[in-house]
């Protein structure tokens, strides 16, 4: 009897001490599930039955939700991809995969990206995207290739190569040094560009005969008629020159668009002195307007580049700068070597005029784009062509140009850049 009480007050024991491990395990589910409503009359089994059953249909919910995204993702008409931090291709949708030709990718096969996007453009995107934690974009020429994948281990060598294809890409940095990537196909934009340009291009050689002739009438009429007509035909024989300069000057575009670098006529120029010999031609119109040029920085700089291309790129932007700067004002020429590259040349042209609107900037360099008329000093109109014929000038140069107003003079400032395998100091 003693020992069926002593076993018996044992087993009670136990079970008591069993019964608050589960309590107390209970507790901890319970505190776990703590986002959940609980209920006190319930007991404690039933409240976390009740609570697993809820976070089951949130798991659901969050199932269905992702089906979602992904099929949203598999249906936009850009192209989406994520690069994690070894630059493994890990998300893909089937427009990025149309875009890039990408084919047999795997997601639960690790494959370098660069493996199956073979894009230098795209993967230094990435690369700066990562490093700097900012939103990068860009616009590239990219050439698909077929790269089926023959096994686990090795890549087919036989790689088809198809027509360019302008893209754009968006690169957006994420957590744990992913990246994300927007592709968007442009190749239709730039194609009705191109058809817009080639229609302004042949209707301007098509206009270049009849206005020479009409410029020669003008000038016949001017000889022969008294000073009453004569006035009204020098009238008609600018306004023909004017016509002739717009026709010419979009056939210069048309001609740095088909092949910039062979339509150049190479030569060594010395930069100080183009830039001088640039604004003498405009010293009548500066005189006028009591506007001076003051050059600073490096002196006998020569550079390799076509004599008159290059001197039209200084014309145009002094110009400019005498159209939009008030009487008495100064434009400064800067010529330095860059402090973060030292292959580069910059030359800054500053002026102290009234600057760009901010809404015209991004358009500045754009064909038959005029800013803000009232913000033009003087009365003279130009064609919307000089500042894009300095772009395609510099970028045949195989340099680059920026506008922006500059924080001290408030006025414009165009910065140009210039590789130096183009250019050279003489000591």
Not at 171 to 196: C, F, T
Request: proline share 3%.
């Amino acid at each position: 009897m003693i020992q069926f009480i002593f076993g018996l007050v044992i087993g009670l024991g136990f079970f008591f001490w069993k019964q608050r491990q589960i309590n107390k395990q209970l507790n901890n589910v319970l505190h776990s599930l703590s986002n959940f409503e609980q209920i006190p009359s319930l007991s404690k089994i039933s409240q976390v039955r009740r609570s697993v059953n809820l976070l089951n249909e949130d798991y659901n919910l969050l199932l269905a939700e992702r089906d979602l995204f992904k099929h949203i993702l598999n249906t936009v008409p850009f192209g989406y991809l994520r690069i994690d931090a070894d630059n493994h291709l890990i998300e893909c949708n089937t427009q990025a995969k149309k875009i890039l030709s990408i084919q047999r990718w795997n997601p639960k096969k690790s494959r370098f990206f660069l493996e199956l996007v073979r894009s230098y453009e795209l993967d230094q995107l990435i690369q700066q995207a990562r490093k700097t934690g900012y939103k990068l974009s860009i616009k590239w020429d990219f050439f698909p290739t077929s790269n089926y994948i023959l096994d686990d281990t090795n890549v087919n060598d036989d790689i088809e190569s198809y027509e360019p294809i302008f893209l754009k890409a968006i690169a957006l940095p994420v957590i744990n040094d992913q990246v994300i990537i927007i592709i968007e196909n442009r190749q239709v934009i730039k194609d009705l560009s191109h058809k817009r340009d080639q229609a302004y291009t042949d209707l301007s050689h098509e206009l270049r005969t009849p206005l020479t002739s009409m410029s020669l009438l003008a000038q016949t009429l001017i000889k022969h008629n008294d000073n009453k007509n004569k006035m009204w035909a020098e009238q008609i024989y600018q306004e023909i020159n004017r016509l002739i300069n717009l026709v010419e000057n979009w056939l210069k575009i048309a001609q740095l668009d088909g092949n910039p670098y062979t339509n150049l006529q190479w030569q060594k120029l010395d930069l100080q002195q183009l830039i001088i010999s640039a604004w003498q031609s405009l010293a009548i119109l500066a005189e006028q307007e009591q506007i001076s040029l003051e050059y600073q920085g490096l002196e006998n700089i020569l550079i390799g580049a076509d004599l008159n291309c290059l001197t039209q790129v200084f014309v145009n932007l002094f110009d400019n700068s005498i159209k939009h700067t008030d009487c008495d004002g100064l434009i400064t020429v800067n010529v330095t070597q860059s402090k973060e590259n030292k292959s580069q040349i910059i030359i800054d042209v500053i002026d102290n005029g009234n600057g760009f609107n901010p809404k015209d900037l991004p358009h500045i360099f754009e064909r038959l784009y005029r800013g803000d008329k009232s913000r033009a000093r003087t009365s003279r109109e130009g064609s919307g062509l000089g500042l894009s014929i300095v772009k395609q000038i510099i970028n045949a140069h195989g340099g680059s140009i920026k506008a922006q107003n500059h924080p001290t003079t408030q006025g414009a400032w165009f910065q140009i850049s210039l590789p130096k395998n183009i250019s050279m100091t003489e000591n």
